[in-house]
């Protein structure tokens, strides 16, 4: 191991200033780095600091989406051999899991992670490491049969729109991940919603008859529609489809990849909460908002859907993994700790609003927090400003 | 006494190498310095050549604006160098001193029998007003000014810190006194804050003419910036002093003695330290005088005069600074760590936040270097700050309003009630390797242009 730090630094000449390659400076700063912490020594103020830096933070956050990894690897397999009548075992759903799931990472970190490379090059900047976190975070909200030419398209729009453009990762206003997925579907509104795109294999099938590793059709009965759906009858209709509160809880049910288990969810959560990464004042406030407007529906209900059990919004569709992940994002969210009680407490309540009174679009998860990471500056703003006028009149009376 | 005010915000940062209590020697100084960069924004105006002999209490040079501000040499001897920087700064001013130290006679009388304008012609003429630091901005405090109230801690919390007790053992009564001449500079009281967890035992306790307060918590919680945000938050236009305790000593000194004392207690401290204890020192000593403290033979120590948030890097061959009664050794962190900020364990490594395992072990002391861990980035963290920060203040607004060049916005988000010392711990912590505390200097900097 130590040969290669004396490699790094005999080839360090050749990408410093003056050398030959020096065009490149960035990425071999972002490689060298990645392989070892420098020896760089503080230089102004403290002569000491903390241990931990961003590369680390991001680590943790992706440490803590491992388990939503993992099970949607297996629920994708899983969903792929309900649909087909295949009969498979554990370990036949998890390989074609992963065989699924692969492209879509290999798409989502060559394209982003190639787009911050140029452009922290072109600007001389260090690549930044905020994209390990966002290139680990698209997959798992995209519906498996996503069109690998369509992600590369959204992560990019992603990338350069919802973060280079305004300066890289601690700029940004929106969470570049709900950005992606906000571009795949209204972009691309026919092939990104409807039934037939949230299980593996069944786009395939539709389009030529015969799907991945297999050629049955899909067994009777089948609809792919996901849990949200059938929520729009309320829970009758949930029943009728077979799926319990349990059921949504542990996520063997269609969905975003990797959106669907509440308990891989919550693993995670557990993790960022302990660390510190995400505030779970945000958390609790996201779901006390969604459970507000939950139970206002259940009292004022007239219609099943309305009438669905508060706690129901918590396990269906992308609210958990919207709470725990992409509300928190410690650059989109609201800084100050006041406004993270008011931005999650608004982002539980719109995403119910929008589920309940929108029946053209099921999912208000994605649209209310890029529309709170929106607003986060305003409560912040008058967050600060109330503060202040506070502390004048504690200074004027004492 | 007053009520305990309990900060529940601050991190003590546990680095080894704490100062036994024990005097190991006293420095017989042979060349000391006197620098004008111990000073904020000062502009000196050099009032010795090379060659002049000088007793301790000699002026040395004066500020540029107000001449009557006398910056005076700590020993009798003669100017062997004056050292500049780039574009001809005056950095150094070093005097060789005589084996019999002579002082000047600055006349002892008691403080009782002065008046304000006595006393602040005393102090400005022997050397000792510069201790007078002003809020807002940490500079020299202003002759012409009567400050609101006079700020002493009467204990550090920094890492490491010479501690007041052992350091300022013999000088109480010297304290007194200089408490008693510094009633007559305020128009309020003199306010003395304690740490809670000896507040009665201390021998301060017994000061009179002081308003007590009594604080509780983890560093900053003896930093006096953050003492008087709880006190009397400082607003536009109030002007407060503050003096270290240290230094109220010497002022004390002056009045029942008649000479300008600074020499002091210095606690030689830090995880490169040898032995870490103290000395008897003075003000400007050479690091070369407690050679025995240090092997320095692969040249990888770093010199701190002060402790390691706030210190000054001075180098191997540098003096101790004005204000400062610590001295902290430690390595220079140039070593490359494979992969460490992927590694699940770091044992040698401390951490505030729990992305690593060192809050399994608080009770361990740590031997840091001055490895950045890191590399510089944007703000993304914004809630670790106000977790070391026990003061009522919006840490990274006021940072980015700095950053801004914005005076409105930095005068909104309380430019005034800060110095670098308070936002030490938020750049320690900090996961982006922001440089908060230069930051900070430039917005300082910045009001002290517009404002003057």
């Known amino acids: 191991m130590n040969g290669l730090v004396k490699f790094m630094h005999k080839i360090k000449p050749t990408f410093s200033e003056g050398g030959k390659l020096s065009f490149l400076h960035s990425t071999f700063e972002a490689f060298e780095s990645f392989l070892y912490v420098p020896g760089t020594v503080t230089a102004k103020g403290t002569h000491v600091k903390d241990a931990v830096d961003l590369k680390r933070v991001m680590i943790i956050v992706v440490l803590a989406l491992v388990p939503s990894l993992l099970f949607g690897i297996w629920n994708t397999g899983y969903q792929h051999n309900e649909a087909f009548g295949l009969g498979w075992g554990f370990w036949q759903m998890v390989w074609y899991g992963f065989l699924r799931i692969l492209p879509l990472y290999l798409v989502s970190y060559i394209v982003g992670l190639g787009i911050e490379f140029i452009s922290a090059q072109l600007r001389g900047h260090q690549v930044n490491e905020g994209y390990l976190v966002t290139g680990m975070l698209i997959p798992l909200i995209v519906p498996v049969d996503v069109p690998l030419w369509m992600l590369a398209i959204a992560v990019a729009f992603a990338v350069i729109i919802g973060k280079e453009i305004f300066g890289g990762t601690g700029m940004n206003i929106w969470n570049p991940a709900l950005l992606c997925r906000a571009f795949l579907f209204f972009s691309y509104p026919s092939k990104m919603s409807g039934d037939t795109i949230w299980t593996g294999g069944l786009t395939k099938y539709l389009a030529d008859g015969s799907a991945y590793a297999c050629g049955n059709?899909?067994?009777?009965?089948?609809?792919?529609?996901?849990?949200?759906?059938?929520?729009?009858?309320?829970?009758?209709?949930?029943?009728?489809?077979?799926?319990?509160?349990?059921?949504?809880?542990?996520?063997?049910?269609?969905?975003?990849?990797?959106?669907t288990s509440v308990i891989a969810i919550l693993l995670g959560a557990i993790l960022l909460i302990w660390t510190g990464v995400a505030s779970w004042k945000i958390m609790l406030s996201s779901v006390i908002g969604a459970l507000a407007i939950g139970f206002l529906a259940n009292a004022l209900g007239t219609t099943p859907y309305l009438q669905l059990p508060a706690w129901y919004h918590l396990v269906l569709g992308g609210f958990a993994f919207g709470t725990v992940f992409m509300a928190t994002d410690p650059v989109t969210?609201?800084?100050?700790?006041?406004?993270?009680?008011?931005?999650?407490?608004?982002?539980?309540?719109?995403?119910?609003?929008?589920?309940?009174?929108?029946?053209?679009?099921?999912?208000?998860?994605?649209?209310?927090?890029?529309?709170?990471?929106?607003?986060?500056?305003?409560?912040?703003?008058y967050v600060v400003e109330a503060s202040l006028k506070r502390k004048a009149k504690k200074v004027k009376i004492a | 006494m007053s009520n305990i005010i309990e900060l529940k915000r601050g991190l003590n940062i546990p680095i080894s190498g704490t100062a036994a209590q024990k005097a190991k020697k006293v420095v017989i100084p042979d060349v000391v310095a006197v620098k004008p960069t111990d000073f904020r924004g000062l502009i000196p105006k050099l009032l010795v050549r090379e060659?002049?002999?000088?007793?301790?209490?000699?002026?040395?040079?004066?500020?540029?604006?107000?001449?009557?501000?006398?910056?005076?040499?700590?020993?009798?001897?003669?100017?062997?160098?004056?050292?500049?920087?780039?574009?001809?700064?005056?950095?150094?001013?070093?005097?060789?001193?005589?084996?019999?130290?002579?002082?000047?006679?600055?006349?002892?009388?008691?403080?009782?029998?002065?008046?304000?304008?006595?006393?602040?012609?005393r102090l400005l003429k022997s050397g000792l007003w510069p201790a007078l630091v002003q809020r807002p901005y940490g500079i020299v405090a202003k002759p012409s000014d009567k400050p609101k109230d006079i700020f002493i801690s009467a204990f550090s919390t920094a890492p490491l810190a010479a501690n007041p007790e052992f350091a300022l053992r013999d000088d109480l009564n010297d304290i007194q006194t200089g408490i008693n001449a510094l009633c007559k500079l305020t128009k309020g009281r003199v306010h003395v804050s304690f740490n809670r967890e000896n507040y009665s035992g201390t021998p301060f306790h017994k000061l009179e003419n002081i308003v007590p307060h009594i604080f509780g918590g983890k560093h900053p919680a003896g930093n006096v910036g953050v003492q008087?945000?709880?006190?009397?938050?400082?607003?536009?236009?109030?002007?407060?002093?503050?003096?270290?305790?240290?230094?109220?000593?010497?002022?004390?000194?002056?009045?029942?003695?008649?000479k300008y004392d600074v020499s002091r207690m210095v606690a030689v401290t830090g995880p490169k330290a040898v032995d870490p204890s103290y000395v008897k020192g003075i003000a400007g000593m050479s690091m070369k005088d407690i050679a025995e403290y240090y092997d320095n033979s692969n040249d990888d120590i770093r010199f701190i005069s002060g402790d390691v948030l706030t210190g000054t890097n001075i180098g191997k061959d540098g003096?101790?600074?004005?204000?400062?009664?610590?001295v902290t050794l430690i390595k220079e962190g140039t070593e490359c760590e494979i992969l460490g900020w992927a590694k699940p364990f770091r044992t040698g490594q401390f951490s505030a936040s729990k992305a690593y395992f060192s809050w399994l072990t608080p009770k361990k002391e740590y031997d840091m270097d001055t490895n950045t861990h890191g590399e510089p980035r944007a703000f993304v963290l914004s809630s670790v700050y106000s977790k070391v920060l026990p003061m009522d203040i919006f840490p990274v607004y006021l940072?980015?309003?700095?950053?801004a060049n914005d005076i409105d916005k930095m005068e909104k988000f309380g430019i005034y009630e800060v110095i670098e010392e308070d936002l030490a711990l938020c750049e320690f912590v900090c996961p982006s390797k922001i440089g908060i505390q230069s930051i900070l200097s430039d917005g300082i900097n910045l009001m002290l242009k517009e404002m003057a």
């Open chain 2, 228 to 258: 008087i945000s709880h006190v009397s938050p400082i607003v536009k236009g109030d002007v407060v002093w503050t003096v270290s305790l240290m230094m109220t000593a010497a002022i004390g000194k002056l009045f029942n003695t008649g």
């Open chain 1, 333 to 381: 969210s609201a800084q100050t700790e006041t406004g993270k009680w008011i931005y999650g407490f608004l982002v539980g309540a719109l995403t119910v609003t929008v589920r309940l009174f929108n029946p053209g679009y099921m999912e208000g998860m994605m649209l209310a927090i890029l529309l709170m990471n929106t607003f986060a500056p305003l409560i912040d703003h």
């Open chain 2, 51 to 121: 060659g002049d002999t000088v007793l301790a209490g000699s002026p040395v040079f004066a500020d540029k604006l107000s001449p009557e501000i006398l910056f005076t040499s700590p020993v009798s001897g003669t100017v062997t160098e004056i050292v500049r920087g780039e574009k001809r700064k005056l950095l150094e001013i070093r005097i060789k001193a005589d084996k019999d130290q002579k002082y000047e006679d600055f006349g002892t009388e008691k403080t009782a029998s002065l008046d304000g304008d006595q006393i602040k012609e």
């Open chain 2, 399 to 403: 940072l980015k309003a700095c950053l």
């Open chain 1, 217 to 259: 059709g899909v067994v009777d009965g089948f609809s792919g529609a996901t849990p949200l759906v059938h929520a729009g009858q309320g829970i009758q209709g949930l029943e009728s489809a077979g799926i319990s509160f349990m059921d949504l809880f542990i996520g063997n049910i269609g969905g975003a990849v990797g959106e």
């Open chain 2, 319 to 326: 003096f101790l600074g004005f204000f400062d009664n610590q």
